[in-house]
């Protein structure tokens, strides 16, 4: 169960890229979600993700020298989820939300890639929470640069 979850259904098997395998999927079943459930199913989404996350990513993990393979890809879900939320929140058409869904997948790719700030203090801690937390933490960075987008192109 554990595997299951860390690589997000296998996705994080997917090659090349697994990082941005594992946040395309994660948008796409965002996108479902908010569709579905809006922004409350998302924010359960990105409460459980991130949860059972820590929980796979530590039995994932635990005894070996890799603290972060590339197969887990579950904190990208997490960050994915997190940069989309502002989009559940502030309706907008269909055809303008499609591009701020768009941005909010380079966002956060950007920032998870480059390791911005407190992204990379995160990343190079050890451990399961920093496994998620580098991740988190762009996503939240992704989720503010999609409110001033949304704030100063409505």
Do not use: N
């Amino acid at each position: 169960m554990s595997h299951l979850i860390a690589t997000f259904f296998y996705v994080g098997h997917m090659r090349p890229a697994p990082g941005t395998w594992g946040s395309l999927a994660a948008l796409l079943v965002g996108f479902a979600l908010v569709h579905i459930s809006g922004a409350t199913g998302l924010s359960i989404g990105i409460i459980a993700s991130s949860l059972l996350g820590w929980w796979a990513t530590a039995a994932e993990t635990k005894g070996k020298k890799d603290h972060d393979p590339s197969e887990i890809v579950i904190d990208e879900v997490a960050g994915q989820w997190i940069a989309t939320l502002p989009l559940a929140i502030w309706p907008q058409t269909f055809e303008i939300a499609i591009w701020y869904w768009l941005l909010a997948f380079a966002g956060f790719r950007l920032f998870d890639i480059t390791k911005p700030g407190l992204v990379g203090w995160a990343d190079r801690q050890v451990g399961p929470l920093s496994v998620m937390l580098d991740d988190i933490i762009a996503g939240l960075m992704a989720a503010t640069v999609i409110c001033l987008v949304m704030v100063i192109l409505p």
